[in-house]
């Protein structure tokens, strides 16, 4: 049972478009975090978020955490091929280890 | 110098031999992860250890062991490799002080081809 649903599983977009990726689950998590892996790395922290309802932006990326801390969702705004990458999100309970969704893979065309 | 490091980076093996994957961290965190990959997908938990006396089995844990020789070393061990053990292998690091927030570190990577 995957308890962090992502969708989509793959995207491809032109440059200069806009997407959101959504991450869901039928639990309660006391945070979520994003992650974004390039090809050939390991994948690198992008943001938490700890409050029901909470907004983050990095940049072009806008990260935001349902009311219910059940869900979370990540737009990026005018995509350019460095965005291109497979992206993880991570729900958090307390001092338990993190539940990994199975990822969004990413790819940002010319 | 990196935080976490993996040892070593690419190997190719045969079918019944054992191998170890090696990782050592300088974060002094508390607690490390094994991490499976296969391509275009997402994280499978193989083991985690929240300190030097604790192991933990996670999702796909048959066919490997672990052994944390040290607070900063977490290695991972191939008995006999069979060819659908071929992946990307990740060793990640985490600090329970943290809170609840629990942000975790990965490694480079190993990848792993099994003949």
């Known amino acids: 049972t995957q308890l962090l649903e992502q969708s989509p599983q793959f995207l491809s977009i032109q440059e200069g478009e806009n997407l959101t990726v959504y991450c869901n689950s039928s639990s309660v998590f006391s945070s979520l975090q994003w992650y974004r892996q390039e090809p050939g790395e390991g994948p690198v922290l992008l943001v938490t978020v700890v409050t029901g309802g909470e907004v983050k932006k990095l940049k072009r990326l806008t990260f935001q955490f349902g009311d219910a801390r059940k869900d979370s969702s990540l737009h990026i705004t005018a995509a350019q091929p460095g965005d291109t990458g497979l992206y993880l999100c991570a729900g958090g309970r307390g001092a338990q280890k993190l539940v990994f969704g199975q990822g969004t893979r990413l790819t940002i065309n010319p | 110098d990196a935080d976490v490091t993996q040892t070593p980076r690419n190997r190719i093996t045969k079918t019944g031999k054992r191998i170890m994957l090696e990782c050592s961290q300088t974060?002094?965190?508390?607690?490390m992860y094994w991490y499976r990959q296969d391509p275009g997908l997402g994280l499978q938990l193989i083991y985690y250890?929240?300190?030097?006396?604790?192991?933990n089995k996670g999702e796909i844990s048959d066919g490997y062991s672990v052994s944390r020789q040290a607070q900063a070393k977490f290695s991972l061990s191939l008995e006999s490799a069979i060819p659908n053990q071929t992946a990307l292998y990740f060793c990640?690091?985490?600090?329970?002080?943290?809170?609840?927030?629990?942000?975790?570190?990965f490694g480079p990577g190993t990848r792993l081809t099994v003949l």
């Open positions: 990640a690091t985490s600090d329970s002080s943290s809170g609840h927030t629990d942000t975790q570190y």
């Open positions: 250890s929240f300190d030097v006396k604790d192991i």
């Open positions: 974060k002094g965190h508390d607690r």
